[in-house]
């Protein structure tokens, strides 16, 4: 049963100098998991959030935390993301020769298990390990930064994916979509099989808006969605 579509905003476009105030509006807002980039400044040139920000984390709110390890061998990581809350590990397909082998680690470590995808790596990686996996994570930009363009060809990625796991009747997989996720480019994430959003500079932490009220629009275009749908 394909999933409904869930708002998972990046903790690291929060705005730190209230870092609280925006995680309680977040709660307030009901959305449904906190994203957690954790960066080796190696797989990706950059550095972001660490384990003690995610056990903070779980000490202030109940908000699911789903992480997104852009760091090379996270199998080296799994067991002390899992220990820091997360409740979703997502590693880079492209960041250990042993791919199969650390979604199963996740697994074995209590956690629902992610893969990620880079713009230019192609959807038959995918192919040996469905069974393997809880959400893929279209990169709709390159990792590492906020604040980028969506790569226009990454929108027939997701609908190649959502072909991928449809046609296996996997989908439950989460179809998780992360860069430039913005009000202009949800509809047509959504439209092409996208699940989860991950909410950064461009929609949920927008500069001329509260997280409220850009909560609030991707709700209404997701509604907006499913109305189209039902019709
Ligand atoms: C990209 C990051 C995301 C996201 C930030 O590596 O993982 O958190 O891009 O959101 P935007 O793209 O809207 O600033
Ligand atoms: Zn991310």
């Known amino acids: 049963m394909k999933p409904g579509i869930t708002i998972s905003p990046s903790v690291a476009c929060a705005d730190f100098r209230h870092l ?6 977040l709660e307030e807002c009901k959305v449904d998991f906190l994203h ?9 040139p950059n550095f972001s959030l660490d384990f003690s920000l995610m056990r903070m984390l779980r000490e202030m709110t109940s908000i699911p935390l789903e992480c997104h390890l852009m ?9 002390k993301t899992a220990e820091s809350g997360a ?12 791919v199969q082998r650390a979604l199963v680690a996740i697994r074995e470590s209590g956690v629902r ?4 995808l880079n713009p230019a790596t192609p959807v038959n990686v995918l192919e040996h390990i469905l069974d393997d996996l809880d959400m893929i994570v279209v990169m709709m930009v390159n990792p590492g930064f906020a604040g980028q363009k969506m790569i226009p060809s990454m ?5 190649r994916v959502r072909k991928l796991i449809d046609d296996r009747g996997l989908d439950n997989i989460i179809i998780q979509v992360d ?30 808006h509260s997280i409220s009220e850009s909560v609030e629009a991707i709700r209404t275009l997701i509604k907006k969605h499913k109305s189209n749908q039902d019709q």
């Open 20 to 25: 609280e105030k925006d995680i309680r509006t």
């Open 36 to 44: 957690i980039d954790i960066m080796d400044g190696t797989f990706v």
């Open 71 to 79: 760091v090379v061998n996270p199998e080296r990581y799994i067991a």
């Open 87 to 98: 409740q979703f590990i997502t590693i880079h397909a492209e960041s250990t020769f042993n």
């Open 113 to 116: 298990s992610g893969i990620a």
């Open 155 to 159: 929108l027939e990625k997701i609908t």
């Open 179 to 208: 860069g430039n996720v913005s009000i202009e480019n949800i509809p047509l994430m959504i439209e092409a099989g996208a699940t989860m959003l991950v909410g950064g500079t461009s929609s949920v932490f927008r500069i001329d």
